[in-house]
């Protein structure tokens, strides 16, 4: 990642070394029971279902919003449109800007 910026909306953008920027945003609770059923049987393998979880918080690429993916398919696709850079970059930028740690330490400041 070499670059972050944070919007109004609640949205992180995050920027890969190859440019590509990915808006992350905290998804509301239901997009995780969505996640599960769009992965189908696949949900059984933990490892699996955990690897699809940063997904859910992609709310845009490039500036072009991206839809919560409702199917298998969708899931892959969008793994595909983030490759490895990407999914990196989305889970630092959850980590960095989300993670309860760092809201504890933004609500002393």
Not at 2 to 27: L, M
Not at 88 to 99: K, L, M, N, Q, W
């Amino acid at each position: 990642m070499t670059e972050e910026t944070k919007k109004d909306d609640g949205i992180v953008v995050v920027t890969t070394a190859s440019g590509k920027a990915i808006g992350i945003k905290r998804p509301h609770v239901l997009a995780q029971y969505k996640l599960v059923d769009a992965i189908g049987d696949s949900a059984e393998n933990r490892v699996y279902l955990n690897m699809c979880i940063p997904l859910m918080w992609v709310a845009s690429i490039d500036g072009n919003p991206v839809p919560q993916p409702t199917t298998k398919l969708q899931i892959e696709g969008l793994i595909s449109r983030l490759d490895e850079e990407g999914i990196t970059a989305v889970s630092r930028g959850i980590d960095e800007h989300f993670s309860r740690k760092n809201e504890v330490a933004a609500a002393k400041k």
